[in-house]
């Protein structure tokens, strides 16, 4: 049953797991052509610390954003929020390094507020709703991203917003649960919930290096990474190959990685996390001939979650949401 009349906590609670998933996506190791604890992937410029620092910078956004929303503020205030977490961003690192995680955090932690429920399919519409009157004026032709999506003809992330996050909840968490019910370890979780994003998401970062046949690979090799996880194999190896060559194409998918810090955000935020060993690799077991750990397991046995609950406690807009809102300009620049 959807949870309503949420304690006032809860958006605050949901911002301090934002920043934890951000954090499960980074340390998530391999990825092709993303940073993680063993390269740089295709960002010759960002390494692990500076990513990690960034998330650091955006721990203070996001609770001033949950904050704002507490008090009452609406759609303009709140991207003006966006816009100068945006500008820290780049007077500290001087490059992009959360920029989509900037964004996402905000239209999610908004769709919480307003839909004042943890069910998924009733945050997905306040999703849409307020990314609506977050493009009140017209959808952003001078950015990076407006321009890919406009040489491309994509929806990409303002398509996503417009649409609710279906890469979140009709398609990251339904992998995520998928896992758990396999009773898999968290990283091969992960794994599968990348593999289905990189099948999904009209990832731009993608398209602007690569062109619409890097997107093909990012297709491709999503559905190679599940058809393994799925027959029970290892998937570094095949990772640490995919990496690379991605590597030495420049190919990277910066929007899959975002989505997936959002994904494990809200899994953990909702209790979704299961049980199991964290290694990727361990061997799966089918479900029906397990239970999940009770009390009295060994620590290393319980799934961690990306953070603590408090005691107190479709792809792509459809073709008329964009054409009713061509033109308009977003809250946090997508």
């Known amino acids: ?16 797991c934002l920043t934890a998933g ?3 996506e980074l340390d998530l190791t391999p990825k092709p052509g993303l940073v993680d604890r063993r390269d740089s992937g295709s960002h010759p410029d960002l390494t692990h610390g500076i990513m990690d620092r960034s998330i650091t910078l955006l721990d203070g956004y996001l609770t001033e954003y949950a904050a704002a929303l507490e008090a009452g503020a609406g759609a303009a205030g709140l991207r003006r929020l966006g816009m100068a977490a945006e500008a820290r961003m780049s007077a500290h690192f001087g490059t992009n390094t959360h920029r989509g995680a900037i964004f996402l955090g905000g239209v999610l932690l ?3 507020h307003r839909a004042a429920s ?3 399919m009733a945050v997905s519409h306040a999703i849409g709703g307020f990314a609506l009157e977050l493009f009140a004026d017209r959808v952003p032709t001078d950015t990076t991203g407006a321009r890919v999506r406009a040489r491309y003809g994509v929806g990409g992330i303002v398509a996503e917003a417009l649409d609710g996050l279906p890469c979140v909840f009709r398609t990251g968490l339904p992998a995520l649960r998928e896992a758990r019910q396999r009773l898999w370890p968290r990283d091969r979780a992960l794994y599968l919930l990348m593999a289905r994003l990189m099948r999904t998401v009209e990832d731009t970062t993608a398209l602007r290096r690569c062109g619409p046949a890097g997107l093909a690979r990012l297709r491709r090799d ?3 990474l599940e058809e393994r996880l799925l027959a029970g194999l290892d998937p570094v190896p095949f990772l640490v190959e995919a990496n690379d060559d991605y590597r030495r194409q420049r190919l990277t998918m910066g929007g899959v990685a975002d989505l997936i810090g959002t994904c494990a955000a809200w899994a953990s935020f909702t209790g979704l996390w299961g049980a199991g060993p964290r290694h990727a690799g361990a061997k799966a077991e089918p479900a029906p001939r ?4 009770g009390p009295g397991s060994r620590p290393g046995d319980q ?3 990306v953070c603590r609950m408090p005691d107190s406690l479709v792809t792509g807009a459809s073709a008329k949401s964009l054409a009713a809102n061509k033109g308009r300009e977003p809250g946090v620049q997508p």
Do not use: Q
Request: proline share 11%; net charge positive.
């Open 1 to 16: 049953m959807p949870t309503t009349c949420l304690p006032a906590s809860s958006t605050r609670h949901l911002a301090d």
């Open 22 to 24: 951000l954090r499960v």
């Open 110 to 112: 908004a769709g919480l």
């Open 118 to 120: 943890r069910d998924d």
């Open 222 to 224: 999503g559905a190679r």
């Open 290 to 293: 397990r239970r999940l750990p």
């Open 303 to 305: 799934f961690p979650l």
